[in-house]
């Protein structure tokens, strides 16, 4: 029995994990799967219920589940919170911390129907396929010390750069392993002619890329990276990289394709794996029937490769989603000249019926 543990959050969190969760309904019954999708509240909705934006109950369901696929949380409703309730830090950072997810995966495909939605040039950008690897729980965002003090000049502020060959071994080697499921190329990224981190991060990626020959192997500077990506993106198939270069190139990458309504992502390797769109609560459209699911229902397939590796379920969920593009059926965030736009539910049973054909 695989467990799933189903946050929608606050917003459009709501409408696109209810979308997301009838897909997941649908491919289980074609496929026959064993899926138990248990609902529990989490962010505001759960600060107005209970007073905290992770109850008791809420982090149980997540620790006796093997994945989470969350929506997004928060709103004006929650911004003025003390900082010891804000929704961030007791939910989404206190989730992420308890899964001790060290891996994340962000895909950016380009769909050919969706080309024209990219502000490159379609012969730049069509067949695009990128999996960024960003290491998530060191680096920059967690050394220590982190500090900022009095200075004749003002003030004086340190964050430290720290990484450890362990911590590289174990995110390059997962991105080997992705790439020989893929086709076969993994770029890691760093900034070895600067930093003694990213000297460390090179030594060890090219020690671990010996134990597969099969895969082709480069090393690239952040800087170069970052202009290939708009230069000649489709040299790419997985790009490792630690966590600050891999925040920024992530949403570089994720951007090249199109909206953020349809970028899924995944957060694996610690206690429970967490999948989720890139986006927000989107408090602007909340309500309305206009959020596009699809970044949340590409999160859902991600999460039946990955955490319960079932491959084609996985398949027949994202070929209904490039087959309800083509046929030109659009969320308001995606329309082009010529495309049929649909609300956020509508698009949900498009994508369930194709699931099902
Ligand atoms: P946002 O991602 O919610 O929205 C940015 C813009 O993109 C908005 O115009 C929105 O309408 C649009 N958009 C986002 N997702 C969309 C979708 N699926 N379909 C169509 N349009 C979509 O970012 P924001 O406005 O900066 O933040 C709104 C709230 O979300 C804030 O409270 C913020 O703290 C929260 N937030 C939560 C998460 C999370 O839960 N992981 C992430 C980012 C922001």
Redesign the pocket.
Known sequence: MAKIALLP?????VE?TKQAALVLETVSAKYGLDLELNEGLF?GAAYDQTGTAFPPETIELVQTSDAVL???????K??SLPADER??IVG?LRLRKMAGAYANLRPAVMYPSMVDSSTLKPDVVSGIDIMVVRELTGGLYFGEPRLREPHPTGARAVDTLEYTTLEIERIVDLAFQLARGRRGKVTSVDKANVLESSRLWREVACAVAQKYPDVEFESMLVDNCAMQLVRKPKQFDVLVTENMFGDILSDEAAMLTG???MLPSASIGGDVDIY??????????AGKN???????ILSAAMMLRYTFRLDEPARAIERAVERVLEAGYR???ITSPGSRTVGTDEMGELICREVDA
């Not at 959050?9 to 969190?13: V, W, Y």
């Not at 206009?290 to 949340?296: E, F, K, L, R, V």
């Open positions: 959050g606050d917003g459009i969190g696109i962010g969350l929506g997004a949380i928060g709103g004006p929650w911004d929704l961030e989404l909206s953020i309504g989720e769109p890139i986006h927000g609560s989107a408090p602007d459209i206009m959020a596009n699911p699809i970044g949340t969320t308001a965030d």
